[in-house]
Each structure stands twice: as structure tokens, then as C-alpha cells.
């Protein structure tokens, strides 16, 4: 059992509370929001409320390695964001430049392996390099992996893994009728990941309540947690605290909980 202190979000009562360590989700994904408006309520510019959140992925994907959490996907870049103002994207863009750049060898120190999904042939050439650089420099890291989702829309991802299975069906190696939901994820941009490709806990923080895009096959079974805090304010208490929520729902994946359920005849 990991012991934390839980803040209610309506009432902000503040309780010790136990988060049961065989039920850690295996693989959680996070839409980062809110760094905009933490940077406004502080009179900064927006771009400082990017580089607060870089570090607070930094201070997140260690905390949610420690905790046992498989798979850590990371929403950085979206297909739409390239519609923000030029200074904003580019800044975006830099981002994991510095993000790798410092960052490599605390990722390798805890067994921590870098994955990438979007179109990332898109990004400027530097933002590739670093990308290429960090996954073959965490390579042979056996622990959690950190998958940053850049450059990346899941209604594109759709499209993309359609085409791929179009493709084959017109070389005439599948028929349309064989084509499966196994088939389709495997072409997904998660295909690698197996298993843990599906989140079992999607946070988005920053009171926004919607997906924007995001893992749209992947989350059919996804527990949601929406969280007040803004991006840079997140933080290893924020993340037990939405692993808190997730150990307190039942998950049904379409059928019955037999302890909770009375079955109909
Ligand atoms: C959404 O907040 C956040 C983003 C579009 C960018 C997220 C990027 C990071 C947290 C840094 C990523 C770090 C690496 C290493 C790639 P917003 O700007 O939409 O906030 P707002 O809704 O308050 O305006």
C-alpha cells in the first residue's frame, strides 16, 4: 500500500489515503491542459507556462514509474495545434529539444524508454533528431514507457491505419470481411505497445472535460479523470489522487460486476 494525501476537489479537505499497489493502472494517458492559463494568472507569457509544464513531465513520468504505471502517454502536439500563433509553435517545437536534451540521462538512471507517436516526419528537422536521439539512447530501458504523443490526432491515426488496411486489401492479402478490431489496432500508432496499448486511466487536467482528439480508439474502456489543476501544478500528490479516483470505479468493460450487479433473468 503507498500512503498520500488526498484533496478533495469540490471541498478541498485534505485525508490520508491508502492507494492499493496491485490495482496501479498499467498504462494511463494525460491530456496536459491548462498551461496557457497558469501562465495568464501570473502575468507571464503563455510559452512560460510551456516550459513550468516540461518540467512538471519530468517530475510526472518519475513519479509514475515509481508508482509501477507501464506505459505513461503524454498528449505534447496535436495535428490542430500547429493553428497557434507561429512564436507559440515554435517554442512548442523546441521544447523537446531541451526536454531530451537535459533530460536522457535521468530517463536511462530509472529504466525509463522513450516511445514517440504522430507524424513526426512533419516536425522540424532538430525536434526529429532529438526525438531519434532520445529513443535510441533509452533503448535498452526495460522499465515504463514514456510515450509522447506529437504531431498527433486521432481521427488521423484512424484515417492512416484505414489506408494501411485498404492497401492490403487491394493487393489482395485481406479480404474486407476478415478485417478485425485486433487488425486495426495493431495498426494504430500503439500497435507496438501490445496489450498495455489501451489506457486504463485517462486524466486531462485543467477542468476541460473532452477528448480533443485524442486516442480515440484506445480509450473504448478508459476509466476518464478530470482534474482541476493546471498542467504546471500537477504533481506526484495530483497523480495519486487520480489513481485514487481510478481505484474507487468498477470497471465493467460492457458485462456485469458480480459482486455489485444482480443479474436479470
Ligand atoms: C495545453 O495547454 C498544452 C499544450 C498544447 C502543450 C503541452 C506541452 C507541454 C506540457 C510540454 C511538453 C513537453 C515536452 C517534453 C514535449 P494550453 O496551452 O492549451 O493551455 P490553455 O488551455 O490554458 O491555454
Not at 492507494?19 to 494511463?28: F, K, M, T, V, W
Not at 536522457?104 to 526529429?128: E, S
Request: some cysteine; glycine content about 6%; overall charge negative.
Amino acid at each position: 500500500m503507498f500512503s498520500f494525501l488526498n484533496k478533495d476537489q469540490a471541498t478541498g479537505e485534505v485525508t490520508e489515503r491508502q492507494l492499493d499497489e496491485q490495482n496501479i493502472p498499467a498504462h494511463i494517458a494525460i491530456i496536459m491542459d491548462g498551461n496557457g492559463r497558469w501562465a495568464q494568472q501570473r502575468h507571464l507569457p503563455r510559452i512560460a507556462g510551456h516550459k513550468q509544464g516540461m518540467n512538471t513531465v519530468k517530475t510526472v513520468a518519475k513519479a509514475a514509474s515509481h508508482l509501477g504505471v507501464k506505459v505513461l502517454t503524454l498528449y505534447a502536439f496535436s495535428t490542430e495545434n500547429w493553428k497557434r500563433p507561429s512564436t507559440e509553435v515554435n517554442y512548442l517545437m523546441k521544447l523537446p529539444v531541451d526536454f531530451f536534451g537535459t533530460f536522457v540521462p535521468d530517463l536511462v538512471k530509472n529504466n525509463i524508454r522513450v516511445k514517440v507517436m504522430g507524424y513526426t516526419d512533419q516536425l522540424p528537422a532538430a525536434t526529429q533528431k532529438a526525438v531519434r536521439d532520445a529513443i535510441a539512447d533509452t533503448a535498452d530501458c526495460t522499465g515504463m514507457v514514456l510515450n509522447f504523443a506529437l504531431n498527433y490526432g486521432g481521427r488521423a491515426e484512424l484515417v492512416t491505419a484505414t489506408q494501411q488496411l485498404a492497401a492490403q486489401v487491394q493487393a489482395g492479402q485481406l479480404a474486407p470481411t476478415d478485417i478485425t478490431a485486433d487488425m486495426l489496432g495493431q495498426q494504430l500508432m500503439t500497435g507496438d505497445l501490445a496489450e498495455l496499448a489501451d489506457p486504463d486511466l485517462l486524466i486531462r487536467t485543467s477542468g476541460e472535460e473532452r477528448l480533443s482528439n485524442f486516442m480515440l480508439w484506445q480509450v473504448a474502456y478508459s476509466e476518464f479523470v478530470f482534474m482541476q489543476e493546471h498542467w504546471p501544478d500537477f504533481d506526484q500528490a495530483t497523480l495519486e489522487q487520480a489513481i485514487y479516483t481510478y481505484q474507487q470505479r468498477h470497471r465493467r468493460f460492457g458485462g456485469l460486476n458480480p459482486a455489485t450487479d444482480t443479474t436479470k433473468n
